[in-house]
């Protein structure tokens, strides 16, 4: 058992579903308890599609365990094929129905319909949403794909995107214009729009755009080896990225390489010299593996941050996310537990978060600004505008997004300069945030200067006198913290119980070096 409050992912049946619900001509019958179909609401609201997943549900209740559920499952899949008339079913259990083992895949298969019917087999208590994803797709293609004749202009398949997939439905039309200026046409994009007879056309492409490695592999690992299609390897998250990919997709496809430089518009943002104060920004990236092993390069090297924290909640891509923060001197943090990567946020203070929702929630508990860079995500995620992140508009958006959240230089320098202003004071915080408080002074003193409080640090409490308190609120507020921080440690490592002016410059001093 483990106490949970808050999950990344769900179980691997909404994997499923994402898999299912961004398909056409596709049914999903699962067995499930009554209550389960809280998931439609995934889809319906938060990413606002207009019509129900095509999802039937046994939604068996407590009586029916007494009698015979399996009945109930060959009932719901007989009337799903007779009302929906799919080209294709998929079918498995949810978690509860796990433990009743039916066997949904045999029970459908001796049923005889007239249409491929997939199993699926989804470990709910050892495997979540983005394995249940990969693992559909995977067996939907396994199924349904053959080897067909190449088309005649050279093409290839955009792999990966779903439901539900934060910014799937505006990357594909980004890299579908890029491919389109190098001449390469889109056979098909699956599993998002695709039917169960474009599935098995994959295999007329020359080889396959892999958007997603937590959706996508398993399907194109088997492509790679039973219809010869290689895979591209890089995910064009950046701009760099983004020129890595070019260069990759010109040497599978044959063609020359081409890129419209004349839409890019984050590298002149950066060098710009309003970015100056960007620079050294310390930022903590925690996410999906391949959006944070995607935004920290883009954080260092394309808009001069500095990354001092790096993690993923997919254990699927712990081993490559261990050796990319190493690369950047870091230990990498594999994580489901968010209260584990809200103390890691705590212990390194950093001046920006770059995560998921749950991020934003802990950045707004810290004080400490944050850009959304992956799912989970919420409803204004779903954006009505056209927001990208690959490719060269994914790149643009991603520059304002992240740094809409900072304070910009400007402000910043007035906000430092002015702290006494009735109206520009550190407290007011940012004025694109509505005047509230975003200082990033966790645990911060009442701003009364002569009110000390005592502070606990791991190992004791030492007190602020009040006027080191005076001398820490000279510092810049979005730094304070973690000088606040640095203080402490340094006073409980001396054996201090009080901090004075001399022992804050003296920890200064120590830190400087
Ligand atoms: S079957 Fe799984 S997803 Fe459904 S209510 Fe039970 S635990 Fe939740």
Not at 157 to 171: E, Q, S, V, Y
Not at 320 to 335: D, H, M, S, V
Not at 379 to 398: C, H, K, L, W
Request: with cysteine.
């Amino acid at each position: 058992m483990k106490l949970t409050l808050w999950t990344y992912e769900g179980p691997p049946h909404v994997g499923a579903m994402r898999v299912a619900t961004c398909m056409k001509g596709l049914h999903y019958v699962l067995h499930a308890p009554q209550g389960d179909t809280y998931a439609d609401l995934l889809f319906t609201m938060i990413e606002r599609r207009n019509h129900r997943p095509p999802v039937t549900y046994t939604t068996f209740q407590a009586r029916d365990l007494g009698a015979d559920t399996a009945n109930l499952f060959k009932t719901a899949c007989q009337a799903a094929y007779d009302r929906f008339k799919p080209e294709a079913m998929i079918v498995g259990a949810s978690c509860t129905a796990e433990l009743i083992q039916d066997d949904p895949g045999g029970m459908a298969e001796m049923m005889g319909l007239p249409v491929p019917v997939i199993a699926l087999d989804l470990p709910s208590y050892q495997r979540k949403e983005n394995f249940g994803a990969d693992e559909t797709f995977f067996q939907i293609t396994r199924t349904l794909a053959k080897p067909i004749e190449k088309t005649a202009q050279v093409s290839c398949n955009l792999i990966g995107p779903t439901a539900l997939g934060f910014r799937h439905r505006d990357d594909i039309t980004e890299l579908t214009g890029m491919l389109a200026d190098m001449g390469i046409a889109v056979n098909v994009v699956a599993p998002y729009g695709a039917a169960p007879s474009d599935i098995a056309r994959l295999g007329a492409a020359h080889f396959n755009v892999l958007m997603y490695p937590e959706t996508g592999e398993s399907a194109c690992r088997w492509m790679e080896r039973d219809l010869g299609l290689p895979y591209t390897k890089t995910v064009p998250l950046g701009v760099g990225a983004t020129r890595d990919f070019i260069r990759e997709v010109s040497v599978l496809a044959g063609v020359p390489q081409a890129m419209d430089e004349d839409r890019l518009r984050l590298p002149w943002y950066s060098a710009s010299v309003d970015s100056t104060y960007l620079t050294g920004k310390r930022v903590f990236i925690f996410g999906d593996g391949t959006h944070a092993a995607a935004a920290a390069r883009i954080a260092r090297d394309e808009m001069g941050f500095e990354v001092v924290g790096l993690g993923c909640y997919n254990r699927e891509m712990a081993r490559p996310i261990r050796a990319l923060a190493k690369a950047y001197g870091l230990e990498a943090l594999i994580t489901d537990d968010y209260l584990e990567v809200e103390a890691a946020i705590e212990a390194v203070a950093p001046e920006m978060i770059l995560g998921t929702q749950m991020e934003r929630m802990i950045g707004k508990r810290l004080g400490i600004p944050c850009a959304v860079i992956s799912a989970p995500v919420h409803v204004q995620d779903f954006p009505a505008r056209y927001s990208p992140q690959m490719g060269i508009e994914g790149a643009n958006v991603m520059f304002d997004t992240w740094v809409h959240p900072l304070v910009m230089g400007l402000e910043e320098h007035l906000l430092h300069m002015f702290r006494d202003d009735f109206e520009f004071h550190d407290a007011a915080g940012a004025s694109h945030h509505g005047g509230q408080h975003v200082a990033n002074d966790a645990g911060s003193a009442p701003s009364h200067p002569a009110a000390s409080v005592p502070k606990e640090t791991a190992s004791g409490v030492v007190i602020w006198l009040a006027d080191a308190e005076r001398e820490l609120k000279k510092i810049p507020f979005f730094v304070r913290g973690k000088a606040r921080r640095n203080t402490e440690i340094f006073a409980t490592e001396k054996g201090l119980s009080e901090i004075g002016i001399e022992t804050l410059y003296e920890a200064k001093a120590y830190y400087a070096r």
